[in-house]
């Protein structure tokens, strides 16, 4: 992240390590279910197409195995992706704007002005309050649309996800954001 001229950084935050449990039941294991249903589903589809016209291919019988694979195969991959995926997560607040970077295959960067700040949110789910952990979700106008999943859930603009203490820097917002709006500046 470049800072601006005048900027400084009054926080910077990384997700803590128990996020990976988390995301690894929220991020990872609905892929894991995903790759192993499609496996099974064309394995299944390409026995019974070939089952029917005759006798089986030796091509078949290395699908099988193949399907036997993608199990533990996407499953140990999504163990080695969590932990290195929560070590790209860089989340800074400035006395200017709010800024989340991150990423492994797609690198981004998201600045937020606290000129376009319209709401501060701390959050936990279910899971969360199990490791100790919660969520700052700051809102703009434009993030008020409803999107992603669940469909029904606002979309923060940015979220800082993993946060052992999450209302010191949802404080420093907030009441940068309540000297903003006095002076304007």
């Known amino acids: 992240m470049k800072l601006q001229q005048g900027e400084q950084i009054l926080h910077e935050l990384r997700p803590e390590s128990s996020i990976v449990f988390p995301w690894f039941f929220s991020k990872c294991l609905p892929a894991v279910f995903t790759a192993v249903a499609l496996t099974l589903f064309f394995v299944l589809f390409l026995d019974l197409m070939f089952t029917l016209s005759g006798p089986e291919p030796r091509f078949l019988n290395i699908m099988r195995i193949a399907g036997v694979i993608v199990a533990p195969t996407a499953l140990i991959l999504s163990l080695i992706y969590v932990p290195y ?3 790209t997560h860089v989340y800074y607040i400035t006395n200017r704007r709010c800024v989340f970077t991150g990423g492994i295959f797609r690198r981004v960067e998201r600045s937020v002005p606290f000129h376009k700040i319209t709401d ?34 606002e979309q923060a603009e940015i979220e800082f996800v993993g946060l052992k203490d999450s209302e010191t820097p949802a404080a420093t917002v907030n009441n940068i954001l309540a000297t903003f709006k006095a002076t304007g500046e």
Not at 133 to 142: D, H, N, Q, V
Not at 143 to 152: D, E, K, L, M, N
């Open 120 to 153: 501060v949110e701390t959050s936990a789910n279910v899971l969360d309050r199990l490791v100790k952990i919660s969520t700052l979700k700051i809102f703009t106008p434009g993030s008020t649309g409803i999107r992603g999943w669940p469909f029904w859930a």
């Open 85 to 87: 995926l929560r070590k």
